[in-house]
């Protein structure tokens, strides 16, 4: 309940966000004081409901990857990483570099986003240079063969991955056997 929610902050006992309604202006700052102000948090699950415009998307990726505590990011349906009429990526540098940062996430999960050829190559980038990274959930993000191909390049310099979901996508042989080559 948001009610619920505003009594926590700041907590140094808060772990685990989850947000399962429509987040207002207001409630987004409020996200943003609890990154900077709970020491604790482990868990933050930015779902179907959360809405960001840039400013804001930039702004939490730069705490994501200043932050020494998280160990799981998810992210759902709702939010968007690239905007493929304008071919805008600004969303998907900023979570990129939020990664490449960040060295205390074990799990990122990207749940029904769209996730473009480029999208990949960049999170496989970032992949590539995160080693606290253990577990990468990327199901229902339409990521066809070209796609696949660009992801498994994190595989020729990261072994700390252990874990890694692509269910629910649009990958045919040529991904499958590209992605096995780098295993």
Known sequence: K???LYVLYPSEELMTLKFDFRLEKREIKFLF?????????????IGRHIHLDNSNFKLFM???????TLNELIIGEGITLFNGK????ERVESLHDALVLNSSLTSL???DVELDQQCCISLSDA??????LTSIQLSHCNIDDLGCTALSECFKSNTSITSLNLAVNRINNAGCIALCDRL
């Open 2 to 4: 948001r009610d619920e």
């Open 33 to 45: 004081g609890i990154l900077r102000n709970c020491p604790n948090i482990i868990s933050i699950d």
């Open 62 to 68: 730069s705490l994501l990857g200043s932050n020494s």
């Open 86 to 89: 304008d071919d805008n990526y």
């Open 109 to 111: 999960t990207i749940d």
């Open 127 to 132: 992949f590539s240079k995160n080693s606290s």
